[in-house]
């Protein structure tokens, strides 16, 4: 057994913090600074145990989000403290997938985490938990100790050639880069795990992890989840039991994780349980003595690099809307800011951790960048009455509002971009068009253009597609028709194209209707919104760039919608739209991510430098 050499725990004090209690901070691990969250045990009854949650990667980190917050937070308020943060090189953490040693420096991350914790909260034991490949390095990282007191685990890959594997397959499903385009800084070895790249140095060090092959008990006692009846956690089983390790084994499914995953919900049940365990392993062991922590944990809420500095903010409404600022250099700041909002139902981090990375690509140019979490979503609570992941609200608009008067009045920057991917894109756009003090909108695969109808008990009716269609004319779809331009993507779309036809000759029918019905002829303003409001925005100036991948089932009636204004709107410098083949809706490819980026930043110098 390998032991690990603690390092020397640095402290520094909390200042800004969630309504929760739990504090955001960078983390110092060796020189990389690594975004942590602190939940400290909340309520009057303090346990002696904390928790360290080791997050999984890829996807399956950016889906099961939520459900780590929450667990961190139901621990907390049962009295145990905890932490959760990013590996260096993903989330909000500094560093990149390509930095050499990466995984050890991901091992490295859950032992400084172990002792920030046990050292702040003066708790005597600590124990790790994880999903997945979380689980995976929590119960190998305890194998490299001899101090952790529990793991907590669900669903671990038993190997890192297991979860390989599953990379594997997965991505052998997935057909949006049809012409296998790589990036310029491609090297041999390389591969995709559905957006996040794997070198081959760090798919070759996660090769040798196998849980199989521990030799020594791990820690003293042991919560194991199976995903489910199929999946090999037996065996991980049998080994700590042969170890030892005092176990106990769920080996139904307590929780559909495929559909925790998919629908990123909380997994109730398993925190439960989680709680209930450790309640009552803690009355059977040996009370340990409390120890008193150092001194109160100076935590650096912001840090600086050559080329950006960034820190975390609160902003007042309703709840506490958390947000990350990334600084330019001083002496290269100009007098742009950027705000990135939520694209989907993801937090700050932006699908595929893109957001973080412009972020901090465009601070480097001299942007100042928020990448913000509107309520619900990421670590902003919804605000009361409202379920989580709810996208398409009104009540977006004001907490959009919010970090740009942040970013104009307390920043004094002057010009004021909004972007966003899908939902992101939908609140750009409406933002713009309810508010005069923004400069410019980059819209990135938007999938809905108007507000969501709704029914009388709150329901939405209608989907994007149905209702872009049901508000474009008849006299669009001719247009668009005649357009011998569009001749060549009308045989590529097949069944689309008779839709498309379809849909028009519906339309034909409808418009007769309302005419031959006076009290309905001022319903027909509704045709053409969503080109109608676009040329109202070109028209106040703003700057509208949509950037959209050509498989998006939405586009050709997008340019249908526009067919009647795109000879207006095609006229004006304000306008510009593009597209990207060999790509999907969340630019899972990576060459994508980095085409986007070079796209994107195009349109931000046009509105850095255009004159007022």
């Known amino acids: 057994m390998t032991e690990y050499a603690k390092p020397k725990v640095q ?25 942590t969250w602190y939940h400290p045990a909340q309520g009057q009854e303090k346990q002696n145990q904390a928790i360290v949650l080791c997050n999984t990667f890829g996807s399956e980190a950016m889906l099961l989000h939520p459900a780590y917050r929450q667990l961190a937070i139901d621990l907390a308020a049962q009295g145990y403290p905890c932490l959760r943060f990013d590996y260096p090189g993903t989330g909000d953490s500094q560093g990149s997938p390509r930095a050499p040693e ?50 907590l685990l669900w669903a671990p890959y038993i190997s890192g050639k297991n979860f390989l594997r599953a990379v594997k397959l997965q991505s052998s499903v997935i057909t949006a880069n049809t012409d296998n385009i790589r990036p310029a800084d491609w090297c041999d070895g390389d591969s995709e795990a559905f957006g996040f790249l794997l070198t081959k140095e760090f798919s070759q060090a996660l090769s040798t992890i196998n849980l199989n092959k521990i030799s020594e008990a791990p820690c003293k006692q042991a919560y194991l989840f199976a995903r489910d009846t199929s999946s090999n956690e037996a065996k991980l089983a049998k080994v700590l039991s042969e170890l030892n390790t005092e176990l106990t084994f769920e080996d139904t499914a307590v929780e559909d994780l495929s559909a925790i995953t998919a629908e990123m919900q909380i997994p109730t049940a398993i925190n439960q349980k989680i709680i209930s365990w450790l309640q009552d392993k803690e009355k059977q062991s040996s009370t340990d003595a409390i120890q008193s922590s150092s001194d109160p944990m100076p935590l650096e809420q912001q840090y600086a ?212 019905q ?45 067919a009647r204004y795109r000879r207006k709107l095609n006229k004006t410098p304000y306008f510009i739209m593009e597209e990207l083949s060999s790509t999907n809706h969340i630019l899972s490819p990576i060459w994508s991510q980095k085409k986007a980026y070079e796209q994107l930043s195009k349109q931000l110098k046009i509105v850095t430098e255009r004159k007022d």
């Open 11 to 35: 402290t520094i004090p909390a200042i800004a913090h969630a309504d929760d209690g739990a504090i955001p901070f960078w983390m110092d691990v060796e020189g990389t600074k690594v975004f």
């Open 518 to 562: 006076p009290k309905k002829w001022g319903t027909l303003s509704r045709y053409n919104l969503a080109a109608k409001e676009l040329v109202t925005l070109t028209k106040r100036e703003i700057h509208v760039y949509i950037l959209c991948s050509n498989t998006e089932v939405i586009l050709p009636f997008f340019k249908a919608a526009l």
């Open 305 to 516: 690099t050559d080329s950006f500095s960034e820190e975390v903010v609160f902003l007042d409404h309703h709840e506490k809307l958390f947000s990350i600022i990334t600084h330019p250099p001083i002496e290269i700041g100009n007098n742009t800011g950027i705000l990135l909002v939520n694209g989907g139902s993801n937090h700050r981090v932006g699908i595929n951790r893109n957001y973080t990375e412009w972020a901090r690509a465009w601070a480097a140019q001299g942007y100042t960048v928020t990448r913000m979490d509107i309520c619900g979503l990421g670590d902003t609570p919804p605000q009361k009455g409202q379920a989580r992941n709810t996208l398409y609200l009104d009540s977006t608009l004001e907490e959009v509002r919010v970090n740009i008067e942040h970013l104009r009045n307390t920043l004094g920057l002057q010009k004021i971009v909004v972007a966003g991917l899908c939902g992101g894109a939908y609140q750009s756009l409406r933002f713009a068009l309810t508010s005069q003090k923004i400069d410019g909108i980059l819209l990135i695969n938007p999938l809905r253009f108007q507000k969501p109808l709704k029914l009388e008990d709150g329901r939405n009716t209608h989907n994007s597609v149905q209702q872009l269609i049901a508000t474009t004319s008849f006299l669009a779809f001719v247009l668009f028709f005649i357009n011998y331009k569009n001749w060549s993507t009308l045989k590529r779309w097949g069944r689309t194209s008779l839709s498309l036809v379809k849909h028009a000759c519906l339309q034909l029918l409808q418009q007769l209707k309302d005419l031959a």
């Open 102 to 151: 990466l995984l050890a420096s991901w091992l490295r991350s859950i032992h400084h985490a172990v002792d920030f914790l046990r050292n702040e909260s003066g708790v005597a034991r600590v124990s790790l938990f994880g999903i997945l490949l979380g689980a995976t390095l929590a119960a190998h990282a305890a194998s490299q100790r001899k101090d952790i007191h529990a793991l």
